[in-house]
Every structure is written in C-alpha cells, then in structure tokens.
C-alpha cells in the first residue's frame, strides 16, 4: 500500500505511521526523520538544512525531493510505503505524483489527521522524545513516570530543538500556508481520507485501519488478481517460446545431422571416382588381355574367309563360263 500522511506537525501522524509500518510490514518515509539524522550526521546537506529547520521553516524543495528521490529508489519500496512530513507543499506534491508514475508505483490514499491548533500547540512544546528507543511522550498528556527519563529504556528525553514555542509557531503558520493546500490537492484527485486525531492512539489507529481496509485493500486486492493473472499468462508465454526454441533446435541439429550425411556420401563417392581413375590403366590391360584370344580367333578365321572369297570367285567363273557357252 502506498500512502501519504497529512496533517500539522503534532498531529500525531508520525505515531500512526510507526503502527502502520508494525502491522502491515511497510516502511515509513519521513522526511523529517532523514533531515534530522544528515543533521547529525553533519553532512553537507545536513548543515544546508539545519538552519531552515531551526527556524521551523521549509528546508528547500530541491534538497528534500533528492532524498525523497532516493529512498523511494530502494528496492523496499516497491511493497509500498507510507510518507510521513512529505509532501509540505503543492510542488512537491506534483514532483511526489511525476516521482511515482516514473516508478510505477502510483499513490493509494492521502490520509489528513485532523486536530484542532490549540491541541496541537501543547502537544509540541510538551513532546519529549527517546533518542534511543524511538518512544515519544508528552508532558502535558502522557507523561513518563519519571521526568525526562524513558519509561521502556531508561535512557534520558530530549526535547526536539524545534519544538520550542517560537519555532513551534512559526510552523504551525508554514502548514497552514503550504502544506493546507494539499488537502483540496488529493480531494480533487479522490485520494482524500480524514480521519480524527485526538483521543485515545489505539482509537485514532483502529480508525485509521479501517479506511485503508475499505480504501486500498479492495484495491490492492483486485490489482493482485490483475497481478497474477499478468503472471500467469507471462509464464505460459514463457513456456511457449521455451518450447517453440527447443522444437527449433532439434529441428537445426535434424537438419545438420542430414547435412553431415549427405557430406560424407558425396565424399564417398568422390573418393570412389579417384578410386576408378586410377583403376582404369590397369583395367585397359586387363580388358586387353581378355581381348588377345578373340583377336586371335578373327587371325586364324583370316584365310578361312580367304577361302570363302576363292570358293565365290570360282562360281563366278563358272557362272561367266556358263553365259559364254
Ligand atoms: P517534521 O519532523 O516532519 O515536523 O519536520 C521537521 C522539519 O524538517 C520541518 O519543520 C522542516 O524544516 C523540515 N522538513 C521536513 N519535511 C520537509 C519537507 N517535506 N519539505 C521541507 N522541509 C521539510
């Protein structure tokens, strides 16, 4: 499933994001998050960005679509994702939509966490947080049992450099500026859900399961069977082609194997052709030698047709002797 998750910083979006990623085994994308973590790690980008967050302004679009850019590229995105603090405005929003058409991975739902502004201004002064288990509170709502002290590690609460109420402010107007807007953005694309921020988290979260059942499970659903039905007909056209190329290998080596053996007829016969050449001088000998007796027999039968011819003559004779008389 591929969701964005919209609302005013404190809205507590970040939380559900957290529960989702646990149930449905997705990873969430905070922008936030990755800006916080180069800050720390003083990258170039990191101290590029600190000043603008400092100030609870937007860092620039150019500096967050890149990172956006790069972890929507990692292959874990394509079991979808959930987009948390991203997009802040409607330029990234239409970078986001040209980013996902690219990659074949078109957003789902646009899910707004609603709550009032009052609510949201004690929820970020009072929010402390534990850098080492990742566990949030807030001291005015859900307090840790001992001050600044996580209750699940122990470790000691920080409190986020921009959640002072001048910065918290001046955030605060930022979202209703830029960010507002993306809510007529997503309504006009259909992919608009709300859902109440305040109460109880297990409440707010159960609500929010229930519109991605109804919302993108149908979905995912049918484009599962669309899915395997293309993977289907892939693999029998695999199997197709796999047959079609060995019918036509057995057909080349046939063809070959006839090839070979016409070869080797025509190799044997000229071979027998070379054989009778050098035959025939000796075969001349012996035809002639099987011919002396009968050149012979015409010698000896010479003067009997001499004979013959003496014995013709002679009755000739007779004959004229015949006519005279
Ligand atoms: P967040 O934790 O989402 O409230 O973000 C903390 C700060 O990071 C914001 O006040 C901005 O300065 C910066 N930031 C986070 N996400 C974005 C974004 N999508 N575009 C611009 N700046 C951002």
Redo the contacts with the bound molecule.
């Keep these: 499933m591929r969701i964005v998750l919209l609302g005013a910083?404190g809205s507590g979006k970040?939380t559900q994001a957290k529960l989702l990623v646990e149930k449905y085994k997705i990873p969430q994308m905070?922008?936030?998050?990755l800006?916080?973590s180069e800050v720390a790690a003083g990258t170039e980008l990191g101290k590029r960005?600190k000043a603008?967050?400092d100030a609870?302004?937007?860092?620039s679009?150019e500096v967050?679509l890149g990172m956006i850019q790069a972890r929507l590229s990692k292959p874990d995105a394509k079991s979808g994702f959930i987009l948390?603090?991203?997009?802040?405005?409607i330029p990234?929003a239409q970078s986001l939509d040209a980013m996902l058409a690219r990659l074949g991975l078109p957003l789902q739902l646009a899910l707004l966490v609603d709550v009032d502004t009052d609510v949201l201004l004690k929820r970020l002064t009072g929010r402390r947080n534990c850098g080492s288990c990742g566990a949030i509170y807030n001291i005015y709502f859900s307090a840790p049992k001992t001050t600044n002290k996580c209750d699940k590690c122990g470790s000691t609460l920080t409190h986020r450099s921009?959640d002072n109420e001048q910065t918290v402010g001046n955030?605060l107007k930022?979202y209703q500026q830029q960010t507002a807007p993306l809510v007529n953005y997503y309504k006009a694309q259909g992919k608009l859900r709300t859902v109440r921020g305040v109460g109880a988290v297990s409440v707010i979260f159960k609500n929010v399961t229930d519109i991605i059942e109804s919302q993108i499970r149908p979905l995912a659903d049918v484009m599962g069977k669309i899915e395997s039905a293309a993977a289907r007909q892939a693999a029998k056209e695999k199997a197709a082609a796999v047959a079609k190329a060995a019918a036509a290998k057995a057909e080349a080596k046939a063809a070959a194997k006839e090839k070979a053996a016409a070869a080797k007829a025509a190799a044997k016969e000229k071979v027998k052709a070379a054989a009778a050449l050098k035959i025939k001088p000796v075969a001349k000998k012996a035809l002639a030698r099987k011919a002396a007796p009968k050149a012979k027999a015409r010698k000896v039968s010479k003067p009997a047709a001499k004979v013959k011819s003496k014995a013709k003559s002679k009755i000739k004779t007779k004959a004229k002797a015949k006519k005279v008389k």
């Design positions: 910083p970040g905070s922008t936030g998050d800006l916080r960005a603008a967050m609870g302004q937007l860092v679009d967050v948390d603090g991203f997009p802040r405005n990234q921009d955030r930022v």
